[in-house]
């Protein structure tokens, strides 16, 4: 995972012909971590997409180095596959190793439920499932939209200490939230400063 870099260099975003952001600016190297912050509506997610190549950027560019996993509002896993063989679709086509699922399973103390159909996970335990694919992704460069939506506290915990495990290995989390979340970034963008009433 190391050599993981991020940078976005004056970028802007144009949805529906309202500039929802301009002139962002953000340089994360390996083990660095940055909050988007701000009310709903105000551009992170299609911050996040933008960054991911899912949105184009208006102007400016993003340059990454390492591969990129996303997580939003999509739980984009077999709903009638049991969870592991769910997660283990994804870990395939992200060439992880053969043990990634286990170890994603475990970070997100979803290991009893290895065997259950997605479709009867709760809500927060599928949030947890998102949470999971992304850590068994092996991607250098994670992307969280709102990742503690849904979570409780233990949840929480949980989705924390993932975050460090892999800002420790080498890792960038980029992770857009209108609430508090247990991660260590020492770089906050409140992205309403971005937007047109700004300008």
């Known amino acids: 995972m190391t050599g993981a870099a991020l940078r976005l260099t004056n970028l802007a975003c ?28 105000v551009g992170k997610s299609s911050l996040l997409r933008v960054v991911a190549g899912l949105l184009p950027a208006f102007a400016g560019t993003v340059e990454r180095t390492g591969s ?4 939003d509002e999509r739980l984009a896993l077999d709903m009638e596959a049991p969870l592991a063989r769910a997660l283990d679709f994804w870990a395939k086509l992200d060439r992880a190793d053969g043990q990634a699922v286990a170890r994603a399973l475990d970070a997100m103390a979803l ?24 850590i068994a992704s ?9 990742p503690g939506n849904g979570l ?18 080498g890792g960038i989390v980029l992770a857009a939230s209108h609430q508090p979340l247990p991660i260590d970034a020492p770089v906050t ?3 309403a400063d971005y937007g047109e009433e700004a300008a």
């Open 152 to 169: 409780d506290t233990a949840s929480t915990a949980l989705l924390g200490a993932a975050v460090a495990a892999h800002l420790a290995a």
């Open 189 to 191: 963008l409140a992205l």
């Open 14 to 41: 144009l949805r529906g012909g309202r500039m929802l952001f301009r002139g962002v600016n953000l340089a994360l190297a390996a083990g660095g971590g940055a909050l988007l912050t701000g009310p709903n509506g």
């Open 138 to 146: 092996g991607a250098g460069v994670w992307l969280l939209d709102e």
């Open 68 to 71: 990129i996993a996303l997580t």
């Open 111 to 134: 290991t009893p439920l290895a065997d259950v159909p997605v479709r009867m996970l709760s809500t927060g335990q599928r949030k947890r499932a998102m949470l999971a694919r992304v």
